[in-house]
């Protein structure tokens, strides 16, 4: 079985999310959520981020578990917590069919205060089934809550019948929504709305805790799950709810990065504000935050999962995992000495003289001084030296190296290019970048996103199943991560292929990852770990604007919090690295170092597919700056006679 | 068409197809040509109904579905059911091929997600056991589409087994491992989450559909049920005769993922004609 099958928290009952939670080291997951806070609080973070599994950790469901359905102890946590998911409500349904938005709006709000109070009352039934001692109350709560409706003197007695009366409204509305397409009625002539909006959703609450003794000081927690599925007007409609908010209701809404779609309300259309009116609180930036603190959760999340599949381990993961081995593969290299071709190519095409000797100098047993060597070599082309002298002092050097020497120069260099140098290497040998493998940088690639590794993980217990490899007595060749890393990546890809106003994000995406990747494999560089870049005034751009928020919100590209000054304007520009996995894919770097400075122009040439040949003649021209012999178009070298 | 005998025949034309003047020339002075702008299925059948069935409720119906579109089909047949029509025969032209095989387009420009106009149920708060019952064909980007929206259900697949042609149902489980991630944790053919039925036969469909939520019904109470007809035409029609006999005013729903446009000419040749009658 493969422990790692599931990685979405739907696919869990409540029991299995119990049995498999794992709590976030150092701060808890409850510290950063605090249930019982008033101030209501918008949980965003990207699709697999953990906000359904954190949230239903909250929902009384869960409550009840962990309490052993005692009633004393589900108090003790000062609050109950009510779990909506926003899908289940069906959005969709209330719009279009000849209504005008006004009606649809005020239909919704009643279909939304009866949703919500259904799953409150259902919560409340629970809890004086499991305490019988309450139910005597049971006949006042009724009559207080039917006095909410305008019109209905009902007879209802216990909550049960006060839930049948609920879902007898609720129905009323789908009824009469279904029968607009079937019999030409229109909705206001069929739907009564018999409160007031977030009446029910506040007032119920309220009548029940001032009710019932044992609730008093208790908290209602309404926690929305996929906010993302309501549209603009019904999210409009709940962020006045937000705004309105009357104790003892709290609210924590879940949705996607982009899940936001408005901030209005209906007061005037006023907008709440973060801060005052309700807590940001971004899942993605806590973990990216929390590097030591997140690579702890991933490794207790795995630890657990194996464990529960009955594969004994050590606690210490990261020893299953093969890292680059790169004396071997150095080895391997040492044998092809591809780079040295590709050198001695490009020397000769530029009619660069000597060249036999310049390669002898550069020769050495160690392949990473050698491809240094080289790198040394194209930076002497472009600063016009004298290839033999450098050759020789080069030789020199190398010498010295070997036998144990510091070289000052070698060491300023590989300091920041040692990563890229070693890549190169690999790349021109034609070998895979292994520098991806081992557990932490897994943990690095998946920048926040605990699905992201587990799905990695998941695909590295199949393929480990497929080469008939025991997790547990071998370790996970580099191959196999590769591979799990690959399926991923075509995963995480998907939600790329929408299109939308002249716009395919997959394209974009594409793009500027090969773009990045021909600056990190050229002669000389223009900066080392290439995977991140910089753009100023992007928000003067409506079009590229657009592309770069649904990179974002989508976690395609990472937004680095604090951006960078511009040393001539001081403009502080935006700065996005690119996603770990996309790198991985790419052959970019998964660290963040070198950042590539882009303008308005050059990005709208990366991002639009519809600029396809400007964007051929840009990189050719910009890869002239960085690769041998490092000319502007249509200049002639006098190095090379 | 031209061999079919009938008082009347009716052409609809429409929108998402894109045809040109040009191409519907030839239709123009032969039949009766029925143009729309409008996507939305009850815009285009109620006044149809109105106009032309309802005064008809006594003549022989048939309903050519190959060319139709699924939300039509199934939108179609509800009417049929609400307004008491007693029979409809349903034509089906079997292709040999689809163009390019597994990797045929089908439908352009996903724009929403919604339900069947007439097909929405009442639904239930408790969505701890929501199923989503897709049947699926190619097009699998609306079947990731329709499971992106439909995140937190529990998915079953149905698969058109025997298919239409005998490569057909192994170009259908190849694009099914491609939505694997967002529709199962994992994807096994002989899988409970499975539903191998016919791919051109609506009667078996709507049978293996009932058993299928009776027994899931016996193990755990299905708190809400969603479908999503995106196979073979005669799978839709199955999937709607499921629904206008067992599911009406209960909660489910039949909902479907909406496109701007579609693929005009996307299979080669006809192997079959099926004529399917249904007495409602």
Known sequence: ?641 | MDNIEADEKHIFILPEYNFGCAELAGLENKYNLFKFLTFDESEIFLPYFKDYIIPNIDKKIAFDITGFLRHHIVYFIRLCKQIGINKVDFLYSEPIAYKNKENTKFSKDFQYVREIMGCGGSHSVDVSNDYLIIGSGYDYNMVLNIAKEKKKTKKVQILGFPSLQADMFQQNVLKAYQAEEEIYPKIELDSKDVILAPANDPFVTASLLSKFVKKANEVSPITNLYLCPLSTKSQTLGMALYYIFECIDRSVSIIFPFCSGYEKETSEGISRFWLYTVEF
Not at chain 1, 596 to 604: A, T
Not at chain 1, 613 to 618: G, H, R, T
Request: charged share 25%; hydrophobic share 35%.
């Open chain 1, 1 to 641: 079985m493969n422990p790692f099958d599931v990685t979405k928290a739907v696919d869990y009952s409540d029991q299995e999310l119990f049995y498999n939670w794992v709590d976030f080291p150092k701060h808890s997951f409850q510290n950063f959520i605090r249930p019982t806070l008033e101030m209501p609080m918008l949980i965003v973070g990207s699709k697999g981020s953990g906000k359904t599994h954190i949230m239903k950790h909250f929902s009384y469901s869960m409550q009840k578990i962990r309490s052993n359905n005692t009633f004393d102890n589900i108090l003790k946590e000062g609050y109950i917590g009510v779990y909506l998911r926003c899908s289940g409500l069906n959005g969709y349904r209330f719009l279009g069919r000849n209504e005008t938005e006004e009606t649809w709006n005020s239909v919704f709000a009643y279909y939304l205060d009866l949703w919500l109070s259904q799953l409150f009352l259902d919560v409340i039934d629970n809890i004086f089934v499991i305490n019988k001692g309450l139910q005597k109350l049971e006949g006042i709560v009724c009559e207080k809550v039917l006095n909410l409706f305008s019109t209905s003197k009902e007879k209802i007695i216990d909550i049960r019948g006060l839930i049948d009366f609920l879902k007898l409204q609720q129905k009323n509305i789908d009824h009469a929504i279904n029968n607009i397409s079937l019999s030409s009625k229109n909705l206001s002539q069929s739907v009564e709305i018999l409160s007031n909006p977030g009446d029910l959703i506040f007032e119920i609450p309220n009548i029940i805790t001032s009710t019932v003794p044992e609730l008093t000081n208790i908290k209602i927690l309404f926690l929305l799950d996929e906010y993302e599925n309501f549209s603009s007007g019904q999210q409009k409609y709940f962020n006045t709810l937000i705004r309105e908010r009357r104790n003892p209701v709290c609210f924590k809404i879940g949705a996607r990065r982009y899940g936001l779609k408005t901030t209005e309300t209906l007061s005037a259309d006023e907008h709440i504000k973060a801060g005052s009116e309700y807590e940001l609180f971004d899942l993605d930036n806590i973990f990216r935050e929390n590097y030591v603190e997140y690579r702890e959760f991933l490794r207790n999340i795995s630890i657990k999962r194996i464990a529960n599949s009955q594969i004994r381990i050590s606690t210490d993961i990261s020893k299953y995992f093969n890292q680059s081995n790169l004396d071997s593969d150095f080895e391997i290299i040492k044998g092809k000495r591809l780079h040295i071709d590709k050198f001695i190519t490009k020397l000769k095409k530029y009619k660069v003289k000597n060249v036999n000797e310049i390669v002898k100098n550069v020769g050495c047993e160690n392949v990473l001084i050698e491809r240094l060597n080289i790198y040394i070599i194209y930076r002497s082309i472009k600063k016009g030296e004298n290839l033999i002298e450098i050759s020789s002092l080069l030789k020199e050097c190398s010498q010295q190296y070997i036998s144990g020497h510091n070289v000052k120069m070698y060491d300023v260099i590989l300091d920041k290019f040692k990563q890229d140098l070693i890549d190169a290497l690999y790349r021109e040998n034609g070998l895979k970048l292994t520098s991806y493998c081992g557990f932490d940088n897994l943990v690095k690639i998946s920048n926040g996103i605990p699905r992201h590794f587990l799905m990695i993980m998941k695909h590295i217990f199949r393929w480990n199943t497929f080469y008939e490899n025991d997790f547990a007595s071998n370790t996970v060749s580099t191959e196999i991560q590769l591979l799990a890393i690959k399926d991923t990546v075509l995963w995480f890809m998907e939600d790329a292929n929408k299109t939308d106003e002249n716009t395919n994000y997959r394209y974009s995406i594409e793009s500027i990852c090969n773009f990045l990747r021909e600056l990190r494999f050229s002669d000389l560089p223009p900066e080392c770990s290439i995977s991140t870049f910089e753009i100023r005034n992007v928000d003067f751009n409506p079009g590229l604007k657009r592309i770069i928020t649904f990179l974002e919100q989508y976690s395609y590209i990472i937004k680095e919090d604090y951006g960078r000054r511009d040393k001539n304007s001081n403009v502080r520009n935006d700065m996005y690295q690119i996603n770990g996995l996309l790198a991985c894919w790419w052959e970019l770097s998964i660290s963040r170092r070198g950042i590539v400075k882009l303008s308005s122009d050059k990005l709208e040439n990366i991002f639009y597919y519809n600029r396809a040949e400007e964007l051929k003649i840009m990189m050719a021209k910009e890869l002239l700056k960085y690769n041998v012999p490092f000319r502007k178009e249509n200049t002639v070298l006098e190095l090379f006679d």
